[in-house]
């Protein structure tokens, strides 16, 4: 139980385009659901929380023109990185807070970016 | 401010050589504690939740405990598989997110 999915799990684009990645709770619904961005050797970065049927609070220096959140269901939340550049290219993963669990979450496999 | 700090930064042991984890946090009110192991290019796997002081849980080869400062992942006789790295968050009562540490990279050499 508790499998989060994510997809792409890998995708490479070319700067100025834009780039949606879904994060997807299988088998339970999801209230909250977070975002991170995590470089190499380093540990996870906060970058917004989401909750499904409102906007998403997003974490200090992070652009939210840029990076676009959508919790449309209890089951999926997406996020679109608008207008990439290089300095996007970095690995995402998103987590999931199981309705009425006690604040476990559960992470997705990740996304690598890589924006050429 | 809310903060997490794990110790050491890398580990290296022998197989069957057990050692333990620290992960120290400073929070105003704590939620809850968690453990994750992390392989590379790959999310987080849930490990332990530990929600107040005294408390213990195990799994496997892997032991979790916690005090009003700090939490330990204590493993014991580790095998090469257990290679990772172990990341400690945090969740205040107050905020609803998680602070992380840093990690420790583990390797197992058998």
């Known amino acids: 139980g508790a499998v989060v999915s994510q997809h792409p799990s890998w995708v490479i684009c070319k700067s100025g385009t834009s780039v949606k990645i879904e994060c997807r709770s299988l088998d339970f619904q999801a209230t909250t659901m977070f975002w991170y961005r995590q470089f190499p050797k380093q540990s996870l970065m906060l970058m917004a929380t989401?909750?499904?049927?409102?906007?998403?609070?997003?974490e200090q220096g992070v652009e939210k023109d840029k990076f676009l959140i959508n919790h449309a269901s209890l089951t999926l939340s997406t996020l679109t990185v608008t207008s990439a550049h290089p300095e996007d290219s970095s690995f995402y993963i998103c987590s999931a807070i199981q309705s009425g669990a006690h604040y476990e979450q559960y992470f997705g496999p990740g996304t690598r970016l890589t924006v050429t | 401010e809310d903060q997490v700090t794990q110790s050491p930064e890398a580990l290296r042991l022998q197989e069957g050589e057990s050692s333990s984890l620290n992960c120290s946090y400073t929070v105003s009110g704590l939620r809850g504690l968690f453990w994750y192991r992390q392989d590379p290019g790959k999310g987080p796997e849930f490990l332990f939740t530990?929600?107040?002081a005294g408390e213990e849980k195990e799994k496997e080869r892997l032991k979790a405990t916690l005090t009003k400062k700090e939490s330990f992942l204590h493993i014991t006789a580790p095998k090469p598989e257990d290679s990772a790295t172990y990341l400690c968050a945090v969740r205040p009562s107050n905020f609803n997110k998680f602070y992380f540490g840093s990690g420790t990279k583990l390797n197992v050499k058998p």
């Open positions: 530990l929600y107040s």
């Open positions: 989401s909750n499904e049927g409102s906007k998403a609070t997003y």
